[in-house]
């Protein structure tokens, strides 16, 4: 018999910690909106459903089987801002200009952002759904994980861990004008700032 993989003492102790997960695969909405929210996920993530039907749809745009599904149920209430549960999704681009291409894109198709700020580890695009879910698209500022931790343990960072807004047009064109990457993507400072109501 070949074996069947590396040897595990399932009943070893805990350790310090339960084993990670290896990747984050998908996020279900449940939506009263089943159409429109298929046509919105589809066109926002330049997707396409992999298997549909009347109440089941499985949405994706990269190597996974689905990154989003929706179940509709027709009894799903009208969300409620003020009650706890997910906040929102966060989609990451490989470079500003790719995740300003897909804000221009957006906005030809009539999909507008609510919120656009630089938070310091990332500049982020946020977007509402039919259903009112939060969507952030975002692209890191640092090269690395050890670099934004730094900067997330930054004074400047301890002030304002919300960010700064901006206005994705001006980006763009001060990418046109010539800025560098590095530039574009430097959060100005503007001292304290609570968290911001996007309901």
Do not use: C
């Amino acid at each position: 018999m070949g074996s069947i993989g590396p040897t595990v003492d399932f009943d070893a102790g805990p350790g310090d910690k339960v084993v990670s997960p290896s990747v984050l695969a998908h996020v279900v909405l449940r939506t009263a909106n089943f159409k429109e929210m298929q046509q919105f996920y589809v066109t926002f993530l330049g997707g396409h459903v992999v298997h549909g039907n009347d109440f089941l749809s499985f949405i994706t745009y990269d190597h996974e089987h689905h990154r989003i599904a929706l179940i509709g149920m027709p009894d799903t209430q009208p969300k409620a801002p003020t009650t706890a549960g997910l906040h929102h999704i966060a989609f990451t681009f490989d470079d500003l200009q790719t995740l300003l291409l897909a804000y221009r894109q957006r906005k030809a198709k009539g999909i507008l952002p609510s919120w656009s700020v630089n938070h310091g580890p990332t500049t982020s695009i946020y977007y509402k759904d039919p259903d009112g879910n939060l969507l952030e698209t975002q692209v890191d500022n640092f090269d690395t994980p050890d670099e934004a931790n730094v900067y997330m343990s930054s004074k400047e960072f301890g002030q304002n861990p919300i960010g700064v807004d901006f206005e994705p047009e001006d980006l763009i064109v001060r990418f046109k004008n010539g800025e560098s990457d590095a530039e574009l993507k430097r959060r100005p400072e503007s001292g304290p700032r609570g968290v911001p109501n996007l309901d």
